[in-house]
């Protein structure tokens, strides 16, 4: 018998959908620099750096970041060069946040997947390595009426550590009011993230293997998920059997 069900946001909830991250920062950097391409170029090139820099040792150490921390970063390497430093400034954010927002429709299956779930009883959460503020994502969800059918929603930028940090998922564990890693089931695209994580705690863990991640971003993991699903709505039957 299955106690929760947990997912991965980002290519699981949502589909992959391949973006320019380069624009996004662009998009933030021309809200401090109207007018003035060349300062607003120079930002974003930081802003992204300090990103890709965030993220590489999210993969190498595990340890969380947040996009403040991010913004902060590129305004070190800008004021080091003598460059306008970037500030952390909600209506850049906004213009950032709107460039993503095509990333983060969630996968039409997932609420009949959940009311499934949910009348077999199984506690449902989501846990997700990300810089962005929970109530980002958490808008997101609700936009698309299904934030609440989760019993706890588990961001990293909230954490100190990513996955696959053994934390990362104990605390997802934990928020959903589950007991047995044995009984809680892992989705996720990712197999060092999501599948080698889930497993290293005890969990059961589930590949949706249709992202396509930059090479750069893949972490090599001899791991095996306990099933494979081609979309959301088999997640029910594979569950039966366990
Ligand atoms: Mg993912």
Redesign the pocket.
């Known amino acids: 018998m299955i106690e929760a069900v947990i997912f991965?946001?980002?290519?699981?909830l949502t589909p992959w959908v391949t973006m320019d991250h380069l624009a996004g920062w662009r998009a933030y950097a021309d809200v401090l620099h109207p007018g003035d391409a060349p300062a607003a170029e120079r930002a974003a090139a930081a802003l992204l750096a300090a990103e890709e820099a965030r993220w590489q040792l999210a993969r190498d150490t595990h340890r969380a970041f947040r996009m403040t921390q991010v913004v902060e970063d590129a305004a070190a390497e800008l004021r080091a060069a003598g460059h306008p430093e970037p500030p952390y400034r909600q209506d850049a954010l906004a213009a950032y946040r709107e460039h993503w927002t095509a990333a983060t429709y969630t996968d039409p299956e997932v609420g009949p997947l959940l009311g499934v779930l949910r009348d077999r009883g199984a506690a449902l959460g989501v846990l997700s390595s990300t810089g962005w503020p929970a109530d980002w994502h958490e808008d997101f969800l609700r936009r698309d009426g299904v934030l609440d059918l989760f019993d706890a929603c588990v961001w990293s930028s909230d954490l100190d550590w990513t996955k696959p940090h053994r934390e990362a998922f104990e605390a997802a564990i934990a928020a959903v009011g589950a007991t047995d890693p044995s009984r809680v089931v892992y989705v996720?695209?990712?197999p060092y993230d999501?599948i080698s994580g889930a497993k290293a705690v005890g969990m059961r863990a589930v590949l949706v293997p249709h992202?396509d991640i930059p090479a750069h971003q893949r972490v090599p993991v001899d791991v095996s998920p306990d099933a494979v699903i081609q979309r959301l709505s088999d997640l029910p039957a594979v569950l039966a059997d366990w």
């Open positions: 991965d946001w980002g290519g699981t996720g695209d990712r999501d992202s």
